[in-house]
């Protein structure tokens, strides 16, 4: 039971440039996040999604865009990369509106120079 | 919105002590209380979580106390072990209203260092 997986773990962008990360989930979760981590701040909500073909914005959406067009996967995008965007990315899933653990990937370190 | 405050920031303690970490929530409406562990290079893990209508919850070493009133919370660990070396996260957010989704606001985490 893979649970959720992110791809990739680690990549270096250059300012300008875009990109895509991927977040699976294997368990048939209904709800989706992507958080970003940085040090002294915590985990702060990017944006999320509580069902296939369903975004909405969390804490720190600006500058990210995010699709769920099937259940099992989440993408976070990035159009156009700024240095304020170096972090680590965590995606995390759970059940329904009534469960309340998440499950996190192992997370995607992004560097923008 | 809700927000959350964690304090201590660090907290080093002999092996076989306990380790207390507090926080914090503003919104009075937050009925849900997980405690997430964070190894290194690892994503976080739930390892306790308390609702409202529970002031006290325990699982083996681990403990967590809820004060409503005061609208802070607790973790407790007992008897730690070098394994409890880690960053504890505390969170708060408002179940089981769909459409809403349950967004979790943390806290910016303790560094436990667990020293032998």
């Known amino acids: 039971n893979a649970g959720v997986t992110q791809t990739p773990k680690f990549r270096v962008l250059k300012t300008g440039q875009s990109m895509t990360l991927l977040c699976a989930q294997d368990?048939?979760?209904?709800?989706m996040y992507w958080y970003r981590q940085d040090p002294g701040m915590g985990l702060r909500l990017i944006h999320y999604?509580?069902?296939?073909?369903?975004?909405a914005k969390g804490e720190v959406p600006d500058g990210y865009n995010v699709s769920r067009l099937k259940k099992q996967n989440f993408l976070l995008g990035l159009e156009s990369a700024a240095p304020s965007q170096t972090s680590v990315y965590f995606c995390?899933?759970?059940?329904?509106?009534?469960?309340?653990?998440?499950?996190f990937g192992e997370g995607s370190r992004l560097t923008v120079l | 919105g809700e927000n959350v405050e964690q304090h201590p920031s660090t907290l080093s303690v002999q092996e076989g002590d306990s380790a207390v970490i507090k926080c914090t929530y503003s919104d009075s409406a937050s009925n849900y209380f997980p405690w997430y562990k964070q190894e290194l290079g690892k994503g976080p893990q739930l390892i306790i979580d308390i609702r409202s209508n529970v002031g006290e919850k325990k699982d083996q070493r681990i403990a967590v106390t809820l004060n409503k009133t005061a609208k802070h919370f607790s973790l407790h660990i007992t008897e730690t072990q070098p394994e409890d070396s880690a960053v504890y996260f505390c969170?708060?957010?408002?179940?089981?209203?769909?459409?809403?989704?349950?967004?979790?606001?943390f806290g910016t985490g303790t560094q436990l260092k667990v020293e032998l």
């Open positions: 999604s509580v069902g296939e073909g369903t975004t």
């Open positions: 969170a708060a957010t408002l179940m089981g209203v769909t459409g809403g989704g349950n967004k979790l606001t």
């Open positions: 368990m048939n979760h209904e709800y």
């Open positions: 995390a899933s759970k059940l329904g509106s009534y469960t309340g653990e998440l499950f």
